[in-house]
């Protein structure tokens, strides 16, 4: 692997755990301002300082990340249908070249191929084209798989979406946990990772971490289950103690229930302090 394609995925893979917590906030590339991120700035702001690469559309971070960041950006480069559109949707294209993804300094591109759809073939010619032009510039490509609601969930597929990813030349896998998810792991040449999927309680979003890493993966690309928490910060820092730190889900939620509960009564005193004031007029 060329020198700056392994410098790029060592800013996101950290070399001393050879793990990686991505924050996944892309989704209004289909979703529009799904909830947790209609002000994308506000939402993701105080997470960055726990996630180890941010993953979103160029018009997010164009539009809602200050440029002096210090986060590696993982770019979304597909895209083309709605959630409106149920029948096509993720029936996915280029929607981002490679020469944006530079100029907006992208350590990563991310792009979609539906396995097993109707329109797979598009996505994988898609998705190969983009492959063949990261790669001219050391850009290193993850590859989204199984998004959708008719993906079927299982070992078998995610196998087979998974390897196929890597042997069309993607560098690091995204996929879903599911029971057996060692075998993904063990077929797959290059890195997993997991994503969260639809909100669910904390508790059960760390299990699936958990199981994940033990199973193999390298990390999660989790989205929904940090920023749609009642405290993101609380399960930021959870999940990362779970991917990093090898965490148990019970430690884990320790540092959830921690951070909410501090920011629970923060939120009270700030709320009182006005009164008090009015109180001494
Ligand atoms: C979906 O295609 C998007 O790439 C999301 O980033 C991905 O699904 C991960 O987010 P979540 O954990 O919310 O599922």
Same mark, same amino acid.
């Given at each position: 692997?060329?020198?700056?394609?392994?410098?790029?995925?060592?800013?996101?893979?950290?070399?001393?755990?050879?793990?990686?917590?991505?924050?996944?906030?892309?989704?209004?590339?289909?979703?529009?301002?799904?909830?947790?991120?209609?002000?994308?700035?506000?939402?993701?702001?105080?997470?960055?300082?726990?996630?180890?690469?941010?993953?979103?559309?160029?018009? %997010?971070? *164009?539009?809602?990340?200050?440029? +002096?960041?210090? #986060?590696?950006? @993982?770019?979304? $480069?597909? =895209?083309?249908?709605?959630?409106?559109?149920?029948?096509?949707?993720?029936?996915?294209?280029?929607?981002?070249?490679?020469?944006?993804?530079?100029?907006?300094?992208?350590?990563?591109?991310?792009?979609?191929?539906?396995?097993?759809?109707?329109?797979?073939?598009?996505?994988?010619?898609?998705?190969?084209?983009?492959?063949?032009?990261?790669?001219?510039?050391?850009?290193?490509?993850?590859?989204?798989?199984?998004?959708?609601?008719?993906?079927?969930?299982?070992?078998?597929?995610?196998?087979? %979406?998974? *390897?196929?990813?890597?042997?069309? +030349?993607?560098? #690091?896998?995204? @996929?879903?946990? $599911?029971? =057996?998810?060692?075998?993904?792991?063990?077929?797959?040449?290059?890195?997993?990772?997991?994503?969260?999927?639809?909100?669910?309680?904390?508790?059960?979003?760390?299990?699936?971490?958990?199981?994940?890493?033990?199973?193999?993966?390298?990390?999660?690309?989790?989205?929904?289950?940090?920023?749609?928490?009642?405290?993101?910060?609380?399960?930021?820092?959870?999940?990362?103690?779970?991917?990093?730190?090898?965490?148990?889900?019970?430690?884990?939620?320790?540092?959830?229930?921690?951070?909410?509960?501090?920011?629970?009564?923060?939120?009270?005193?700030?709320?009182?302090?006005?009164?008090?004031?009015?109180?001494?007029?």
């Amino acid at each position: 692997m060329d020198w700056g394609k392994q410098n790029r995925i060592s800013s996101i893979i950290k070399p001393d755990t050879g793990k990686t917590v991505m924050l996944a906030v892309d989704h209004g590339y289909f979703m529009g301002p799904t909830s947790g991120l209609e002000k994308l700035d506000e939402a993701v702001n105080p997470l960055i300082p726990y996630a180890d690469t941010l993953m979103l559309t160029r018009g %997010a971070l *164009r539009y809602y990340i200050d440029p +002096g960041v210090r #986060i590696p950006i @993982t770019l979304r $480069v597909s =895209g083309g249908t709605s959630i409106l559109n149920k029948e096509a949707m993720l029936h996915e294209g280029i929607v981002c070249n490679v020469e944006d993804a530079i100029r907006l300094n992208a350590s990563c591109v991310a792009f979609s191929i539906l396995v097993g759809a109707e329109y797979e073939r598009d996505t994988i010619l898609a998705f190969t084209e983009v492959i063949d032009e990261a790669t001219a510039y050391g850009i290193p490509i993850l590859c989204v798989t199984a998004v959708g609601r008719e993906m079927a969930r299982d070992a078998r597929y995610m196998g087979l %979406a998974s *390897r196929m990813g890597a042997e069309l +030349g993607a560098d #690091i896998i995204k @996929t879903y946990y $599911v029971p =057996g998810f060692d075998k993904v792991v063990e077929s797959c040449p290059v890195p997993v990772v997991i994503a969260g999927g639809k909100k669910i309680p904390e508790k059960a979003a760390l299990e699936i971490a958990r199981n994940a890493i033990d199973s193999g993966a390298i990390g999660v690309d989790m989205g929904r289950n940090i920023f749609q928490s009642t405290s993101p910060v609380g399960m930021i820092q959870a999940v990362r103690a779970v991917v990093h730190k090898g965490a148990s889900v019970k430690e884990g939620l320790e540092i959830f229930k921690s951070v909410r509960d501090k920011e629970a009564g923060k939120a009270i005193k700030a709320k009182a302090k006005p009164k008090k004031a009015r109180a001494k007029k």
